[in-house]
C-alpha cells in the first residue's frame, strides 16, 4: 500500500452529487416510516423489504422462475427467522436466495453469499459487537474463494451517490439483473431495485433470448450484467429502447459497447469496482459515446491514480498500475489492473496483470488482440488465450464465434492491419459459445 497524497475534493461537487443522489434514495426508502426497524439494522436489505412493504405493498417486487410476488407477499415469507452468528447463503437466482438473506439479516445475523457451484467454504466468524450485514465472497484473480468483511461505514454511500446521480432507477419501472446475485454487483443492484420500488427479475439460468422477449415486452427498463452476458442479449437482435443498460463487473469492449447502444439506444453506462473497495467509477452514456470502453470518472469519495512500477504517477495516455483509494480514506491499493487516463480524465482498464501474456518475450493484453479481432463484421465474441510453448513461452490462441461465415485467414488478415506482429494470433478456433466464470465473467485459463 502506498500514502494517498493530500488533496483538496472538490467540494461542491461531493455535496451536490451527495445530496442529490441520497436525496432520491431517502425519498424512495422513507426510513421514517419504520424508524425502529431502521435503527435496529441500518439500511439493509431487510430494512429495505420492510419499508417497501409498508410504502406499497402490492407493488411486484421479484419476477423470478416461480412467478411474481408482492412486496407484500416478500415480507411475508421473510418475517420469521432463526437467530444466528454467520450463516452461508448457498441459492440460486431467485426467491430463495432473497428471503434467505433477507430472514438471516433479521435475525440479526452476517449472511455470507456462496456460490451454488462452489465447494464448501470456511465462513469464517463474526466480529464482536457487529450488527447483521451481508459478506460477499471473492475469488479474486487466483479462483480462491475468500470472504471480504467491508466495515460499514457512512462514507460507503459517498461513491454510490454518484450512481444515484445519473442512473435514471424508479418505482415501477423493470430492472432485469442478469448476474449472480451472490456476487457485489448482483446483491447491490439487488438492493437498489428494492430501495426504489422496481419490480426485480431474475432468472435461475440465464437465457438471452428469455431476456430479449422480456426487454421487447417492456420498453424502458433497465438491464444490468457483465459484457458478455449483455452482449449475447444484443446479439439475439433485439432492438428496444431501455432507460439505462449498466454494465459492470469486467472489461467492456468498444466494439462491445457500440453494439449495445445500436440494441438498446444511448442509456449504456459502465461501473468498475471490486468486492474490496465497492464502486468506484461510473462511465455514462456521453463518456462512452466519446470514449467506447471507458471505466469514466472516479466517483465522490474516490480517487485513482496510475502508477509505474516504482509508484510514480504517469502521464495520460501511458499504461501503469491502476491504483483506488475508496471512502474518503487516506491509503490506495493496487487493483491488480493495468489501466491509463486520457486527457479528459477518464480511466481505461487495458487488461489484468495476472491476464498478460509473454510470447517470445513480448507483453500481450488479450483485450487489446480482442478488440482487434471484434472490429470485424463477421466475428461476434473473441476470446484469447495463452497456449504454452516450449520456445516462446506462450502463443496467442484467438477463440472466435463466429456471426456469419468466415475463416480464419481472412481474421489473421484483418488482425495484422490493426496490430503489431506480436501481438497477431498464431491460431484461430472457431467455438459456439465462449467459456465463462459463475460469475459470467470470462474464463481464459487453459489447462
Same mark, same amino acid.
Given at each position: 500500500?502506498?500514502?494517498?497524497?493530500?488533496?483538496?475534493?472538490?467540494?461542491?461537487?461531493?455535496?451536490?452529487?451527495?445530496?442529490?443522489?441520497?436525496?432520491?434514495?431517502?425519498?424512495?426508502?422513507?426510513?421514517?416510516?419504520?424508524?425502529?426497524?431502521?435503527?435496529?439494522?441500518?439500511?439493509?436489505?431487510?430494512?429495505?423489504?420492510?419499508?417497501?412493504?409498508?410504502?406499497?405493498?402490492?407493488?411486484?417486487?421479484?419476477?423470478?422462475?416461480?412467478?411474481?410476488?408482492?412486496?407484500?407477499?416478500?415480507?411475508?415469507?421473510?418475517?420469521?427467522?432463526?437467530?444466528?452468528?454467520?450463516?452461508?447463503?448457498?441459492?440460486?437466482?431467485?426467491?430463495?436466495?432473497?428471503?434467505?438473506?433477507?430472514?438471516?439479516?433479521?435475525?440479526?445475523?452476517?449472511?455470507?453469499?456462496?456460490?451454488?457451484?462452489?465447494?464448501?467454504?470456511?465462513?469464517? &466468524?463474526?466480529?464482536?459487537?457487529?450488527?447483521?450485514?451481508?459478506?460477499? @465472497?471473492?475469488?479474486?484473480?487466483?479462483? &480462491?474463494?475468500?470472504?471480504?468483511?467491508?466495515?460499514?461505514?457512512?462514507?460507503?454511500?459517498?461513491?454510490?451517490?454518484?450512481?444515484?446521480?445519473?442512473?435514471?432507477?424508479?418505482?415501477?419501472?423493470?430492472?432485469?439483473?442478469?448476474?449472480?446475485?451472490?456476487?457485489?454487483?448482483?446483491?447491490?443492484?439487488?438492493?437498489?431495485?428494492?430501495?426504489?420500488? @422496481?419490480?426485480?427479475?431474475?432468472?435461475?439460468?440465464?437465457?438471452?433470448?428469455?431476456?430479449?422477449?422480456?426487454?421487447?415486452?417492456?420498453? !424502458?427498463?433497465?438491464?444490468?450484467?457483465?459484457?458478455?452476458?449483455?452482449?449475447?442479449?444484443?446479439?439475439?437482435?433485439?432492438?428496444?429502447?431501455?432507460?439505462?443498460?449498466?454494465?459492470?463487473?469486467?472489461?467492456?469492449?468498444?466494439?462491445?459497447?457500440?453494439?449495445?447502444?445500436?440494441?438498446?439506444?444511448?442509456?449504456?453506462?459502465?461501473?468498475?469496482?471490486?468486492?474490496?473497495?465497492?464502486?468506484?467509477?461510473?462511465?455514462?452514456? &456521453?463518456? +462512452?459515446?466519446?470514449?467506447?470502453?471507458?471505466? !469514466?470518472?472516479?466517483?465522490?469519495?474516490?480517487?485513482?491514480?496510475?502508477?509505474?512500477?516504482? *509508484?510514480?504517477?504517469?502521464?495520460?495516455?501511458?499504461?501503469?498500475?491502476?491504483?483506488?483509494?475508496?471512502?474518503?480514506?487516506?491509503?490506495?491499493?493496487?487493483?491488480?489492473?493495468?489501466?491509463?487516463?486520457?486527457?479528459?480524465?477518464?480511466?481505461?482498464?487495458?487488461?489484468?496483470?495476472?491476464?498478460?501474456?509473454?510470447? *517470445? !518475450?513480448?507483453?500481450?493484453?488479450?483485450?487489446?488482440?480482442?478488440?482487434?479481432? +471484434?472490429?470485424?463484421?463477421?466475428?461476434?465474441?473473441?476470446?484469447?488465450?495463452?497456449?504454452?510453448?516450449?520456445?516462446?513461452?506462450? +502463443?496467442?490462441?484467438?477463440?472466435?464465434?463466429?456471426?456469419?461465415?468466415?475463416?480464419?485467414?481472412?481474421?489473421?488478415?484483418?488482425?495484422?492491419?490493426?496490430?503489431?506482429?506480436?501481438?497477431?494470433?498464431?491460431?484461430?478456433?472457431?467455438?459456439?459459445?465462449?467459456?465463462?466464470?459463475?460469475?459470467?465473467?470470462?474464463?481464459?485459463?487453459?489447462?
Amino acid at each position: 500500500m502506498i500514502p494517498m497524497k493530500s488533496g483538496r475534493c472538490d467540494t461542491r461537487a461531493v455535496a451536490g452529487d451527495v445530496l442529490i443522489g441520497l436525496g432520491r434514495l431517502l425519498a424512495a426508502v422513507q426510513p421514517w416510516r419504520a424508524p425502529g426497524t431502521f435503527h435496529r439494522h441500518g439500511l439493509t436489505l431487510a430494512t429495505l423489504t420492510t419499508l417497501a412493504a409498508r410504502n406499497h405493498p402490492a407493488d411486484t417486487a421479484l419476477i423470478d422462475d416461480d412467478g411474481a410476488l408482492t412486496y407484500a407477499d416478500l415480507d411475508q415469507l421473510t418475517h420469521e427467522a432463526t437467530a444466528g452468528e454467520r450463516i452461508a447463503v448457498r441459492e440460486p437466482n431467485g426467491r430463495s436466495f432473497v428471503t434467505a438473506v433477507v430472514s438471516g439479516l433479521r435475525a440479526n445475523a452476517d449472511v455470507v453469499l456462496v456460490d451454488p457451484r462452489a465447494p464448501a467454504v470456511e465462513v469464517g &466468524t463474526r466480529r464482536a459487537g457487529q450488527r447483521g450485514q451481508v459478506v460477499v @465472497m471473492t475469488s479474486g484473480s487466483t479462483g &480462491t474463494p475468500k470472504v471480504v468483511d467491508r466495515k460499514v461505514s457512512t462514507a460507503q454511500a459517498v461513491p454510490v451517490a454518484t450512481l444515484l446521480r445519473h442512473l435514471p432507477l424508479q418505482r415501477g419501472v423493470p430492472l432485469v439483473i442478469t448476474q449472480p446475485l451472490f456476487h457485489g454487483f448482483g446483491v447491490g443492484f439487488l438492493a437498489l431495485g428494492l430501495a426504489f420500488g @422496481m419490480p426485480v427479475v431474475v432468472r435461475r439460468r440465464f437465457h438471452a433470448d428469455e431476456v430479449a422477449d422480456f426487454l421487447r415486452d417492456h420498453p !424502458g427498463a433497465v438491464l444490468t450484467g457483465v459484457p458478455p452476458i449483455l452482449s449475447k442479449v444484443a446479439r439475439t437482435g433485439v432492438v428496444v429502447p431501455l432507460a439505462a443498460v449498466v454494465s459492470g463487473g469486467g472489461s467492456l469492449h468498444p466494439v462491445v459497447a457500440d453494439r449495445l447502444a445500436k440494441a438498446f439506444g444511448p442509456a449504456l453506462f459502465n461501473l468498475y469496482g471490486s468486492t474490496e473497495q465497492g464502486w468506484s467509477t461510473l462511465a455514462t452514456p &456521453t463518456d +462512452l459515446a466519446e470514449a467506447p470502453g471507458t471505466i !469514466g470518472r472516479p466517483a465522490v469519495g474516490v480517487k485513482l491514480a496510475i502508477l509505474d512500477d516504482a *509508484g510514480l504517477p504517469m502521464p495520460a495516455g501511458e499504461i501503469g498500475h491502476l491504483w483506488v483509494g475508496g471512502e474518503l480514506a487516506g491509503r490506495m491499493t493496487d487493483s491488480g489492473d493495468r489501466g491509463h487516463r486520457d486527457s479528459a480524465g477518464r480511466y481505461f482498464v487495458d487488461g489484468r496483470v495476472d491476464d498478460l501474456i509473454v510470447t *517470445g !518475450g513480448e507483453n500481450v493484453f488479450p483485450i487489446e488482440v480482442e478488440n482487434a479481432l +471484434l472490429s470485424h463484421p463477421a466475428v461476434a465474441d473473441v476470446r484469447v488465450v495463452g497456449v504454452p510453448d516450449e520456445e516462446y513461452g506462450a +502463443l496467442l490462441e484467438a477463440h472466435v464465434v463466429r456471426r456469419e461465415a468466415v475463416d480464419g485467414w481472412e481474421l489473421l488478415r484483418h488482425a495484422r492491419t490493426r496490430l503489431s506482429p506480436a501481438k497477431v494470433p498464431r491460431s484461430i478456433t472457431f467455438v459456439t459459445e465462449l467459456a465463462v466464470t459463475s460469475t459470467g465473467k470470462p474464463a481464459r485459463r487453459v489447462t
